[in-house]
């Protein structure tokens, strides 16, 4: 139940973000991104306590975190980080579970490759050492 709380919280605050552009119900978009990225770390944190990573609401919450971490802060090598460890524990359970959730985490892996910035493209150095902070 938890988990799925701080899921919900999560989802709430970035379509809060997106719709207000920021600004809503008194608070700054700092506090909006701060929030929603701590709600979706917890329930990342959570759920690795409460949950077998091959769970659905485990897997719907490194997701979401790591989209978020891309389109509120930009940190795409943390979110590249986070899904590559999650994929690889995952990938140690196939025996068990079976492949779906090994198939979402690789096509988590798949769209965060779209954000890493190509080698030789203008202003690509930058991008990098900009994403690989945090």
Same mark, same amino acid.
Request: charged share 20%; aromatic share 6%; with cysteine.
């Given at each position: ?72 802060? %930009? ?12 994929? %690889?524990?995952?990938? #140690?359970?196939? %025996? ?16 965060? #490759? ?12 930058? %991008? ?7």
């Amino acid at each position: 139940g938890i988990c799925l709380y701080f899921y919900l919280l999560g989802d709430a605050y970035l379509l809060l973000h997106s719709v207000s552009k920021g600004q809503a119900a008194g608070l700054n978009e700092d506090s909006i991104v701060e929030k929603c990225l701590s709600s979706f770390e917890s329930g990342v944190s959570t759920a690795a306590s409460a949950l077998e990573i091959v769970d659905p609401l485990r897997l719907l919450c490194i997701y979401s975190w790591c989209n978020a971490l891309i389109i509120l802060k %930009n940190k795409v090598q943390k979110a590249k980080l986070i899904a590559d460890q999650s994929f %690889n524990l995952a990938s #140690m359970h196939t %025996n068990v579970i079976g492949t779906e959730s090994i198939e979402l985490l690789q096509r988590l892996r798949d769209d965060i #490759m779209l954000y890493v910035p190509k080698p030789g493209v203008d202003g690509a150095s930058k %991008n990098l050492a900009q994403n690989s902070e945090g």
